[in-house]
């Protein structure tokens, strides 16, 4: 059973890295953040559209590697509709289940980076996108490091 989750797991990082979705520029964005993993060398750019603090678009372009990748991609499924609270909430919820393996009610689809506790290393690249999303909702014109983040 355990390995069958694994194997599912998996196949859903590799489905996201290979073809993530919401993969483009946001013309008509209201905020946007940069976010650097110096440690892996992934770069991405974040772009919401927000509305009545609620993010009616959000898209994300860069390259890195496939978990980093795949963060962005089930982000931006999971953010878009939000509310600037419930994205909010989601970033704490997802920060400790990438930390301590811990899958909390209502993560849906992003439960598949639970495992990426077991490779410290790998965290700052599933969290990245995640502290980009962070900044852009504060407005922070700084892009975002996970050098200069404790995770």
Same mark, same amino acid.
């Given at each position: 059973?355990?390995?069958?989750?694994?194997?599912?797991?998996?196949?859903?990082?590799?489905?996201?890295?290979?073809?993530?979705?919401?993969?483009? !520029? =946001?013309? !008509?964005?209201?905020?946007?953040?940069?976010?650097?993993?110096?440690?892996?060398?992934?770069?991405?750019?974040?772009?919401?559209?927000? &509305?009545?603090?609620?993010? &009616?678009?959000? /898209?994300?372009?860069?390259?890195?590697?496939?978990?980093?990748?795949?963060? %962005?991609? =089930?982000?931006?499924?999971?953010?878009?509709?939000?509310?600037?609270? !419930?994205?909010? &909430?989601?970033? &704490?919820?997802?920060?400790?289940?990438?930390?301590?393996?811990?899958?909390?009610? *209502?993560? *849906?689809k992003l439960a598949v980076f639970a *495992?990426?506790?077991?490779?410290? %290393?790998?965290?700052?690249?599933?969290?990245?996108?995640?502290?980009? =999303?962070?900044?852009?909702?504060?407005?922070?014109?700084?892009?975002?490091?996970? !050098? /200069?983040?404790?995770?």
């Open positions: 059973m355990f390995d069958d989750i694994q194997d599912l797991y998996q196949e859903v990082i590799l489905d996201h890295c290979k073809h993530p979705r919401n993969f483009h !520029e =946001l013309p !008509e964005a209201t905020c946007s953040a940069h976010g650097h993993n110096p440690l892996c060398g992934d770069q991405l750019k974040l772009y919401l559209r927000l &509305q009545d603090d609620c993010i &009616q678009d959000i /898209s994300f372009v860069g390259s890195g590697c496939c978990i980093s990748k795949a963060s %962005a991609s =089930l982000l931006t499924e999971f953010a878009r509709g939000k509310t600037r609270a !419930e994205v909010e &909430q989601m970033f &704490q919820v997802v920060h400790d289940m990438v930390t301590t393996g811990k899958v909390a009610d *209502g993560v *849906g *495992g990426v506790h077991k490779y410290p %290393a790998r965290v700052k690249c599933a969290i990245l996108a995640w502290h980009a =999303l962070m900044a852009a909702l504060r407005g922070e014109k700084t892009p975002v490091s996970t !050098e /200069s983040e404790t995770i």
